[in-house]
């Protein structure tokens, strides 16, 4: 029996073997491909239309090759592989590594209509068939407000508030234009889609993508998954690997973009690695997220604070941080990220409830909340070999009091912030916990360098909850303004820290001498290591004091009587000679593919300015290329850099009145490659406003064929002007007039506290809501009649209105001098809003409008010549709730529609040589 017994066993181990060998010998190929179909047979010659459709079919060992173009799917493995036969789905690459095989989960957006209920520039559309979570334009991250924030106060406020609203940043109090820091955002309610464009752009126009809630590519509870050389962009999550089964997942060379979070890893899965990605969310707005906390009141970091505070308090429903590169939450043991590129977001690695996690060799920088965040539960957290940069906190403990194990190391990795700005390392503490309930996670932080910021350590409300009594700091080089920044009490006593020795301490010692300062420290107070004002390799100089005076941590030792085991990381022999250096070793770079990128983006060109005000000028340029993708722009301003854009425009802000600039632009990648600057243009500013209430004299429009009629006057900046406002003050208006062989135009700028209109109606009641006129007398024959007191308008005078809600109003006159509204002239304006549309409880700045009138709607063939004389007069009414007002220039006290009252204006230059302005667009209602 036993004998036999034995030769089943053997007979059934045979079989296994030899179904596992058929299994693996019958490993297929299956090929994808745009111009394939699914009734194919996933042949090279034959291959699938969709991805997901050679995902239904697949098994253990299985490799579907997918190749170039674009998928517009969501997919989810439905099969897992086996230990030693994964599945295999692989997209292309080009000869310059870039990524060709793409996986788009946005879907056009169309259908939109203006929203004038919201405010000028808004649009809305209901077309969209699901319940939009994220939305792009040209794979650009556009940001959105969410749903339970689209208030009056809150999301509509935003989308329908002027170029010129300013808000004020919730931490730092800086006032900043809330248009400087996005281009576009967006927002849904109650199945309706609203954007706006910062320059009120007509969405239709645009390549907008928005896609639903869920992932691009799901694995949920599915083992030995390889996932390698696609691009996954426009979805709400890039990649979702969750489940106690899902084990074994590797995402490798990929590019991934846009959404809530690029990789999540959650619920289980375990011994995953997440290696070699381009990680983004590819924002959309004028700066690049990125370090903003320090206590001066800086323009341009105020916009990068303002970043956070938009996506903390309106982007998400739960007022937290919503982006976050890798989340990982309640995931299994033994998952690993390294040798990623994670970049341009608020949040790069979100850790939370997992074990024996390693973080290595990555690059995580411009995140404007945390470079790393380690939450409870994270138990063997290993954090070493990475370079990190340029984060609003590099990296955060948070709820450090918390009641849940934790235990991290964070060992030989080189830190870098701007000099003076954030912290590298702060805390945050539960303060619904008492100090007797607190916790006192174990921490080792070693073999670091850090180098600029404001601070190295800000241990937050610790001192309240017992001091940072097991984290223990060896080896490193702390190189910033400031060391530690917190309350004297903490720096006085010696029980707030656990071991800090062996490091070089230089910046300000806050409050003096810390207690906790043990004997083997280089006191280097008031210096710094490097050079902190740039981002640098972080070599240490071969006769620095530094060098051999580190404790060895690959053997036990014992520090101030206190005796540790050999720390992670720390093999025996990993320095040469008698003792380790402080410091950390220089970062030696990712593992992406291709190897290097040495290759430049392409210099941007048309380089074009706008003369927005005296104080501002606004630049737009062509877009770059590049062999693997353009990651953003320098913009420089008199040869000296001025900043960062990832989009192809900036607004240069609080500049001198009637100053000449010169500004050129170059194009940078991922790699650090930076483009040769364009060609410089240079632009002056506005003089301050003139008053020039008696006379007007019309210039030629230098360049009529690049006037657009959209509300934004800086085509006007050089143009005669005159101004006018009620005698016992009041609104001002300031109109400026131009010329050209084919057009008229005007353009009005008004200060008005509270913007009020409600006609709609062509030819309606305008003149009672906010809004300006125009008088012509293209003769300037004064209209025929004697009197000033009485209506008369021959029939070469013309009038023209237009309120803030862009209806017209419009007559001219007739043989009688009658004025007819049966006139219905061809001209057409466009109108910007500096505030919030019929809301008295706030406080508006005012409006602009650009009229452009043709000459024949005039009854001229062509523009009259030059040096002759128009009649022409201009008023503003002004509407605050049940009071009414109008002002006139000139000042007219009798009918202002008689052409006599009129002011003559001298038409100045030769029409002969100004080409016509462009024909056949069509009013419309811009902010």
């Known amino acids: 029996m036993k004998a036999t017994l034995f030769g089943k066993k053997c007979l059934i181990s045979t079989l296994v073997i030899s179904l596992l060998f058929i299994v693996r010998l019958n490993a297929a190929n299956y090929y994808v491909s745009t111009s394939g179909s699914d009734s194919n047979n996933g042949s090279s010659s034959a291959p699938y239309r969709t991805i997901q459709h050679a995902l239904d079919i697949v098994g253990p060992g299985d490799h579907v090759i997918v190749k170039a173009g674009v998928y517009n799917e969501r997919l989810e493995v439905k099969t897992s592989g086996s230990s030693g036969n994964p599945i295999v789905i692989e997209g292309e690459r080009g000869p ?215 996506y903390k308090l309106y982007a998400s429903d739960y007022r937290g941080s919503d982006d976050r590169q890798v989340y990982i939450s309640g995931a299994g043991e033994n998952n690993e990220i390294f040798g990623n590129k994670i970049s341009e977001g608020l949040i790069g690695i979100n850790i939370h409830k997992t074990k024996n996690l390693k973080i290595y060799s990555n690059e995580i920088f411009f995140h404007s909340s945390l470079g790393i965040v380690i939450l409870d539960n994270a138990v063997n957290t290993e954090i070493f070999g990475n370079l990190i940069y340029d984060n609003s906190i590099n990296i955060r403990w948070h709820d450090f009091n918390s009641r849940s194990p934790r235990s991290f190391y964070i060992y030989q990795n080189c830190l870098y912030l701007p000099e003076g700005v954030s912290a590298h390392i702060k805390l945050h503490h539960d303060k619904n916990l008492s100090l007797a309930e607190s916790w006192h996670p174990t921490v080792f932080v070693y073999h670091n360098s850090f180098s600029g910021g404001h601070n190295v350590i800000n241990p937050g409300l610790a001192y309240n909850y017992g001091g940072l009594r097991n984290v223990h700091f060896y080896n490193n080089i702390f190189s910033s303004e400031i060391l530690v920044y917190n309350r004297e009490e903490f720096i006085k006593t010696e029980s707030m820290m656990g071991e800090f020795d062996y490091n070089w301490c230089g910046g300000m010692f806050y409050h003096g001498m810390p207690a906790w300062f043990d004997s083997h420290n280089i006191d280097a107070e008031g210096q710094q290591f490097w050079d902190d004002s740039n981002l640098h390799d972080f070599q240490i100089p071969s006769n620095s004091v530094v060098r051999g005076a580190g404790v060895d941590l690959s053997k036990p030792f014992t520090i101030d009587g206190v005796s540790f085991d050999p720390l992670p990381g720390m093999e025996v022999g990993y320095f040469s000679g008698s003792q380790p250096d402080i410091g950390s070793p220089p970062f030696s770079g990712s593992q992406l593919d291709p190897p290097d990128d040495s290759q430049a983006p392409s210099t941007p060109t048309n380089l074009t300015y706008h003369v927005v005000s005296n104080t501002q000028i606004d630049l737009i340029w062509n877009t770059s290329t590049d062999n693997v993708s353009v990651a953003g722009y320098k913009i420089y301003r008199d040869g000296s850099y001025l900043a960062s854009s990832s989009t192809t425009n900036h607004s240069d802000t609080n500049l001198d009145e009637g100053t000449t600039y010169s500004y050129s632009v170059s194009a940078m990648d991922a790699a650090g490659n930076e483009s040769s600057q364009c060609s410089p243009v240079t632009a002056t500013t506005s003089s301050p406003d003139k008053n020039t209430d008696s006379e007007l004299t019309i210039i030629p429009a230098s360049t009529p064929s690049e006037i657009s009629i959209d509300g934004d006057l800086s085509e006007f900046a050089n143009a005669d002007f005159v101004t006018f406002s009620p005698p016992n003050g009041g609104n001002k208006a300031t109109v400026k007039v131009l010329w050209c062989s084919g057009y008229l135009y005007i353009g009005y700028r008004v200060q008005d506290t509270q913007l009020n209109a409600t006609e709609t109606t062509s030819d309606g009641n305008v003149w009672s809501d906010d809004a300006v006129e125009w008088f012509i007398d293209v003769n300037y024959d ?16 013309f009038h023209g209105m237009v309120n803030i809600l862009n209806t017209h109003f419009d007559c001219c006159g007739s043989t009688d001098g009658t004025p007819t509204k049966a006139w219905n002239g061809s001209w057409e304006s466009a109108v910007q809003l500096n505030g919030t549309l019929n809301d008295d409880t706030d406080t508006d700045e005012g409006y602009t409008i650009e009229v452009r009138i043709p000459w024949t709607t005039l009854g001229l063939e062509e523009a009259p010549a030059a040096n002759s004389l128009l009649g022409m007069s201009f008023t503003n009414e002004d509407k605050d709730g049940s009071d009414f007002s109008y002002v006139m220039w000139p000042n007219v006290t009798n009918s202002f529609q008689n052409a006599s009252n009129w002011q003559p204006v001298l038409m100045s230059g030769n029409s002969g040589n100004i080409p016509a302005a462009p024909r056949g667009l069509t009013a419309r209602l811009i902010n």
């Not at 004064?782 to 005078?797: C, Q, T």
Request: proline share 3%; with cysteine; hydrophobic share 35%.
């Open 96 to 310: 310059n590594g870039e990524w060709i095989t793409v996986v788009d989960g946005g879907r056009p957006v169309s259908g939109w209509t203006t929203a004038p209920e919201v405010g000028a520039g808004v649009y809305k559309t209901q077309s969209i068939d699901f319940v939009p979570y994220n939305m792009v334009v040209n794979d650009k991250q556009i940001p959105q407000v969410a749903e339970s924030n689209m208030t009056s106060t809150e999301g509509f406020r935003f989308l329908g508030s002027s170029v010129s609203y300013t808000v004020t940043t919730a931490s730092k109090d800086r006032t900043v234009k809330f248009w400087d820091v996005f281009s576009v955002i967006w927002g849904y309610k109650n199945g309706t889609t609203y954007i706006r464009f910062k320059n009120s752009d007509d969405p239709n126009q645009k390549n907008l993508r928005a896609a639903p809630a869920g992932a691009g590519l799901l694995i949920d509870n599915k083992s030995h998954i390889v996932i390698r050389d696609f691009a996954i962009k426009a979805f709400d999550e890039s990649i979702i690997i969750r489940g106690s089964n899902s084990k074994f997942v590797e995402i490798e060379n990929n590019y991934l973009i846009n959404g809530r979070k690029r990789v999540e890893l959650v619920d289980g899965a375990s011994n995953c690695k997440i290696s070699n990605n381009i990680l983004s969310m590819n924002f959309s707005g004028y700066v690049m997220p990125g370090a903003w906390s320090n206590n001066d009141d800086s323009y341009e970091l105020g916009l990068k604070e303002y970043i956070y505070n938009f």
């Open 782 to 797: 004064g209209g025929g009649e004697s009197d000033p007191n009485l209506k008369y308008m021959n029939v070469d005078d």
